[in-house]
C-alpha cells in the first residue's frame, strides 16, 4: 500500500513502456521525377506545329495534346509518345517520339513518328521526321528511315537493310549502306550512296569512323572505291 495515497499496487506489476518521440526523416526528392516534371511542365507551355498524314496540311497544337484533328480533311492525328520496353509489333503513326527501351523488341511492320531514341533491337520498319538517335550496339535488321541520324559514341552497329536519310553523324562505329538525299542547285542534287566500313581516320560522310565508298547519282559527279 502506498504511504502517500492509500492504494494498493503489486510490486511485480509491469513498468509502462516508455514512449520516444522519434522525427521521420524526410526522403530526398528524385531528381529524375523533378527532371520529368519540369519537361512536362515545359512541354505543356510551348506549342508545336504537326503536319497531317493525309494531306501534310500543317496546324499549330498545344504541347500537352495528345492527339488533335486536321482541319482540312478531318483525319485524326495521334501525337502521343510512345515507350517501347518489351515485345511489340502494332503499327505506330504518330506525331510524337517513339523510345525503344535497352529491353524492347520493335518488330512492327510500319512505325512512323517525329523523332526516335532507339536503345533496343530494331527488327521492324522505323520512319522518323526528324532525328534518329542510335545508343545500342549490335545488329540492326530493320529498316530505318530519317532525316537526320545519329550514332552515339561507343556505339559499334551493322545494319542489314539501307538506311536512308537526308544526313547522317557517326560518332562511334557503323556498317551498312547508306542513301543520303542531297540537296543542291544545279548538278549537286540527287541520291548520294555509300558502303560504310569501320576506319580510324575521318573520311567521306561519317564525322570519326567511318569511310564512304559509292557513287553519287542524279549529278555528274562520281566517286568510287
Known sequence: MCRQCGRYYSPFAPKAALKLSVKEETPAPDNSSIRHRFEDFWKRQRSLVVECFECQRKQQVSGSATSTICPGCSAHIDLRDYKISSGFSRTIRTRGDVHLMAKGDL??????????????????????DGTATINFSGRIPGRLTARHVIVERKVSIHCF?????????????????????????????????????????????????????????????????
Open 107 to 128: 518488330s512492327s511492320s510500319s512505325v512512323i513518328c517525329r523523332s526516335a531514341l532507339i536503345e533496343g533491337k530494331l527488327r521492324g520498319n522505323l520512319q522518323c
Open 161 to 225: 537493310r539501307r538506311v536512308r536519310v537526308s544526313s547522317i553523324e557517326i560518332k562511334g562505329a557503323m556498317s551498312g549502306e547508306i542513301i543520303a538525299q542531297t540537296h543542291g542547285q544545279g548538278d549537286h542534287s540527287g541520291e548520294r550512296r555509300g558502303l560504310f566500313r569501320p576506319a580510324r581516320h575521318r573520311s567521306g560522310w561519317s564525322d570519326a569512323g567511318g569511310i564512304v565508298a559509292g557513287t553519287k547519282t542524279g549529278g555528274r559527279e562520281h566517286s568510287g572505291a
